[in-house]
């Protein structure tokens, strides 16, 4: 049967019924709660990394992602040197989406004691300064106390974003010896990773401060807790060292990098540190 | 009268009502506390003068399931579909720019999300075999019953067996619920394009799973891999 494209029949003239049958299929639901905080990384990272280009590249802000997009790249991990007032700025993004609970906060370039920087976030937070909490977004970030305001709200959700650092040791780590090894790693300087990133295929969410926090939350691990992670191999494959600072005792854990929420994919730990 | 909706909110140089502070200052002084007042089109107006990336996180959270839903239907995978609406949402974050106003935000929006999974289900033809499975096309809900849930991967697995065109169209009229002007323009094709591809879709739709009079489903063989020609 033929339809001339001027056809003057409207679209609602459906004598199959299969236009009724469609719509009578239920909707796929909302978004999962994973791939919203992938997406909020991902555009907080796409929103730091615009501040960044306006300041010193302007010419590119909009054509060098493009051209990213068009690759069928979702967000590379790119190196960063993270800023105040950059923080200031993924702070509100992710505030205005809506993402409680999700890790966004302050890391140098790189540490000398990593884990000394973990107590140091969240002064480095109070001098960035926070933006203000969008009244769309969801109640979740909000801090559960909508009488304080915006500023109050908006503090409660970076107390909750900080102390995640992510570096790369390149090490090879041993199951065996991750006591070890996460002492080291404690004590040695390593190059940081810019934990705001979306996941990258490569790495997993690990990588990301999102991520880290999500499988320490798979791990029992307090919210308040610092975490180090480093991105590197247990036992000859692709896993992650994450060490937990929580009221001055450090535990360490081996897990894969596809570590996440009810599956932590525990390798080795815990183990408390000395 | 959504957000969308709301006259005098064109996308132009105009300043906004509230939050030119933020508009022209340091991106990190943003006046955030009007967006979830402001419609798409002020959002998006918003966004392209910078603010920190607050207003485009307020289309997201506006949109973000329907966005899913059109990226699940599209694909009729839920990997594919996530991988899809993030690199749309991205995309759509990096060109804002190039938002002109001429259509909804949400036609927009559609538009990005469906060349993203047409992109995903092109590029990657292992995704588009296992677009085809029955086991990976959009989950039943476990309270479904038995004969409710069937029915709906049948007509899943008959919908992956149209062609491009077709299917899409059908997703977008009749499940997504878009009027035809509106995904002529998320399609890019005239509207009686996409008024003959719903007929004919529907036929062929009506073909392969039998007529709603209680006649049996029928021609639904097992490979239901989805057609690439429109």
């Known amino acids: 049967m033929t339809h001339l494209h001027d056809d003057p029949t409207p679209v609602e003239h459906d004598p199959t019924g299969m236009r009724e049958l469609l719509a009578s299929l239920p909707d796929p639901g909302p978004m999962p709660e994973d791939l919203v905080a992938r997406i909020t990384a991902a555009l907080a990272e796409e929103s730091r990394a615009a501040q960044g280009s306006l300041s010193s590249q302007a010419a590119r802000v909009v054509h060098a992602?493009?051209?990213?997009?068009?690759?069928?790249?979702?967000?590379?991990?790119?190196?960063?040197?993270?800023?105040?007032r950059h923080l200031g700025v993924a702070a509100a993004v992710v505030t205005a989406i809506g993402l409680g609970g999700a890790a966004l906060g302050a890391w140098p370039s790189s540490l000398t004691g990593p884990i000394a920087a973990l107590s140091e976030a969240s002064s480095a937070d109070s001098e960035a300064g926070a933006?203000?909490?969008?009244?769309?977004a969801d109640e979740s970030s909000k801090g559960g106390d909508a009488e304080a305001g915006a500023g109050v709200s908006d503090l409660s959700?970076?107390?909750?974003?900080?102390?995640?650092?992510?570096?790369?040791?390149?090490?090879?780590h041993s199951s065996d010896a991750l006591a070890a090894a996460a002492s080291a790693l404690v004590t040695t300087t390593y190059p940081t990773v810019t934990p705001l990133t979306a996941e990258a295929p490569g790495i997993g969410p690990i990588a990301t401060a999102i991520g880290a926090r999500t499988c320490a939350d798979a791990l029992g691990i307090s919210p308040d807790a610092g975490i180090l992670v480093d991105v590197s191999e247990v036992d000859g494959a692709p896993a992650a060292v994450l060490i937990a600072t929580d009221g001055g005792a450090r535990t360490a854990y081996a897990v894969s990098r596809s570590c996440t929420t009810r599956s932590p994919m525990l390798i080795a730990g815990p183990i408390a540190l000395p | 009268?959504?957000?969308?909706?709301?006259?005098?909110?064109?996308?132009?140089?105009?300043?906004?009502?509230?939050?030119?502070?933020?508009?022209?200052?340091?991106?990190?002084?943003?006046?955030?506390?009007?967006?979830?007042?402001?419609?798409?089109?002020?959002?998006?107006?918003?966004?392209?003068?910078?603010?920190?990336?607050?207003?485009?996180?307020?289309?997201?959270?506006?949109?973000?399931?329907?966005?899913?839903?059109?990226?699940?239907?599209?694909?009729?995978?839920?990997?594919?579909?996530?991988?899809a609406v993030q690199e749309a949402f991205i995309s759509a974050f990096r060109r804002a720019d190039?938002?002109?106003?001429?259509?909804?935000?949400?036609?927009?929006?559609?538009?990005?999300?469906?060349?993203?999974?047409?992109?995903?289900?092109?590029?990657?033809?292992?995704a588009v075999r296992r677009a085809g499975d029955l086991g990976e096309l959009d989950l039943p809900d476990p309270r479904d019953h038995h004969s409710a849930a069937e029915a709906r991967h049948i007509v899943h697995a008959a919908l992956a067996k149209l062609p491009e065109g077709q299917r899409l169209a059908l997703v977008l009229i009749d499940m997504q619920g878009l009027s035809v002007s509106e995904?002529?323009?998320?399609?890019?094709?005239?509207?009686?394009?996409?008024?003959?591809?719903?007929?004919?879709?529907?036929?062929?739709?009506?073909?392969?799973?039998?007529?709603?009079?209680?006649?049996?489903?029928?021609n639904l063989g097992s490979e239901t891999e989805p057609q690439g020609a429109p």
């Open chain 1, 65 to 84: 992602p493009l051209a990213a997009a068009d690759a069928g790249s979702v967000v590379p991990l790119r190196p960063h040197r993270p800023t105040l």
């Open chain 1, 131 to 136: 933006a203000p909490a969008a009244p769309g």
């Open chain 1, 157 to 172: 959700a970076t107390d909750r974003l900080d102390g995640v650092t992510i570096v790369m040791s390149g090490a090879e």
């Open chain 2, 1 to 83: 009268m959504s957000p969308d909706q709301r006259p005098g909110s064109a996308l132009s140089s105009e300043g906004d009502a509230v939050g030119d502070r933020a508009l022209v200052g340091d991106p990190v002084l943003v006046d955030a506390a009007d967006v979830g007042e402001l419609s798409d089109r002020d959002l998006m107006a918003r966004h392209v003068r910078g603010d920190g990336g607050v207003a485009f996180g307020e289309l997201f959270r506006r949109h973000r399931d329907r966005m899913y839903a059109v990226a699940i239907r599209t694909t009729s995978n839920r990997e594919l579909a996530a991988d």
């Open chain 2, 98 to 126: 190039a938002y002109r106003g001429e259509a909804a935000v949400t036609t927009w929006l559609h538009r990005i999300v469906v060349n993203a999974c047409l992109d995903r289900l092109r590029r990657e033809k292992a």
């Open chain 2, 183 to 218: 995904a002529a323009v998320v399609l890019g094709v005239a509207e009686g394009t996409v008024k003959s591809r719903c007929f004919r879709g529907r036929e062929a739709l009506a073909e392969l799973i039998g007529r709603p009079d209680g006649s049996p489903f029928k």
